[in-house]
């Protein structure tokens, strides 16, 4: 009963029930979501992206790549993901990443870089590689920021445009 003053106290009866209406169509969609994405892939997670959104996190794997996706909640499956890491199994104790597509700063690329992590974990892999090409290079800091973020140790030659990423569970 506190707790529920407090709360009307700091915020007004209107706000609370426009963010228990955004939640509960949110609760709805991702229930929804999660039916309609079992059926081609394998639902590994649900969780929160930076803004407190909840995603759906599924995965397409076999012997040779995998590929970690991401479904913001705010809108129904139509079978595209919203944020992606696609991976290839270079042996049996390395991921090598491909790519990672998707939006940027929702922390999406984070959610998805947590599962990848956990993936390798559970598979016995230790090490997660990666390439930074030419192309990226018009947000190298960026991913440097991001890989740092995430223990991977960072190698970058801005003279060659190049660079590679390495993380190793040990």
């Known amino acids: 009963m506190v707790y529920s003053a407090f709360l009307e106290t700091t915020k007004g009866k209107s706000e609370l029930k426009e963010e228990l209406d955004t939640l509960e169509i949110q609760l709805f969609r991702l229930q929804n979501n999660i039916k309609e994405i079992a059926k081609k892939s394998e639902v590994i997670s649900i969780d929160q992206a930076g803004d407190d959104q909840?995603?759906?996190?599924?995965?397409?794997?076999?012997?040779?790549t995998c590929q970690i996706m991401l479904h913001e909640c705010t809108k129904p499956f139509r079978g595209d993901w919203d944020s992606a890491i696609q991976a290839e199994y270079k042996n049996d104790h390395t991921i090598h990443i491909a790519d990672i597509k998707g939006k940027e700063n929702k922390g999406y690329g984070s959610v998805l870089m947590k599962h990848?992590?956990?993936?390798?974990?559970?598979?016995?892999?230790?090490?997660?590689?990666?390439?930074?090409?030419?192309?990226?290079?018009?947000?190298?800091?960026r991913?440097?920021?991001?890989?740092?973020?995430?223990?991977?140790?960072?190698?970058?030659?801005?003279?060659?445009?190049?660079?590679?990423?390495?993380?190793?569970?040990?």
């Open 54 to 64: 909840w995603v759906v996190i599924y995965a397409n794997k076999d012997s040779a």
């Open 143 to 170: 991913l440097k920021h991001f890989y740092s973020k995430h223990n991977f140790d960072v190698k970058v030659d801005h003279q060659e445009q190049c660079g590679e990423i390495i993380w190793n569970e040990g």
């Open 116 to 141: 990848l992590k956990e993936i390798a974990r559970e598979e016995n892999v230790q090490y997660i590689t990666g390439d930074i090409v030419e192309r990226d290079f018009d947000h190298v800091n």
